[in-house]
């Protein structure tokens, strides 16, 4: 069994940074592919950033592009989001995930590709 535990939401004003951290236990993940998911009020889960085992592939969805950055350290067990010149639409519960088995690019965007999930953390930007 794995368990997730993110952290470092808050609240920021437009165009501040946040990082986020996901911790995990129970599992090495070293062999594992990570993504970052969020869901804002009254909408469904959208795919926010995924990186492969070794860190080496990173994906991210189009609204994030160039603001976010995904990164791994697997002597750690972690997974981070660093988030950039934050928007009020980047406000949602920030989900950290597990894909157990290997994806393709398009896969890793398919929430329902992914086994563990954390319980989320809030990210709330607004002035």
């Known amino acids: 069994q794995v368990q997730l535990v993110e952290s470092g939401g808050g609240l920021m004003q437009p165009g501040g940074s946040l990082r986020l951290s996901c911790a995990a236990s129970?599992?090495?993940?070293?062999?594992?592919?990570m993504g970052w998911f969020r869901q804002a009020p009254g909408k469904e889960r959208e795919f926010v950033s995924a990186i492969s085992w070794s860190g080496g592939i990173t994906y991210y969805a189009d609204s994030v592009k160039g603001r976010f950055t995904i990164s791994r350290d697997n002597a750690k067990n972690t997974v981070s989001l660093r988030m950039n010149s934050l928007k009020p639409e980047d406000t949602a519960v920030y989900y950290c995930?597990?894909?157990?088995?290997?994806?393709?690019?398009?896969?890793?965007?398919?929430?329902?590709?992914?086994?563990?999930w954390g319980q989320g953390t809030q990210v709330t930007v607004s002035s």
């Open positions: 129970g599992r090495t993940l070293s062999s594992y592919s």
């Open positions: 995930a597990v894909a157990s088995n290997s994806y393709s690019a398009y896969g890793l965007r398919d929430e329902y590709n992914y086994d563990y």
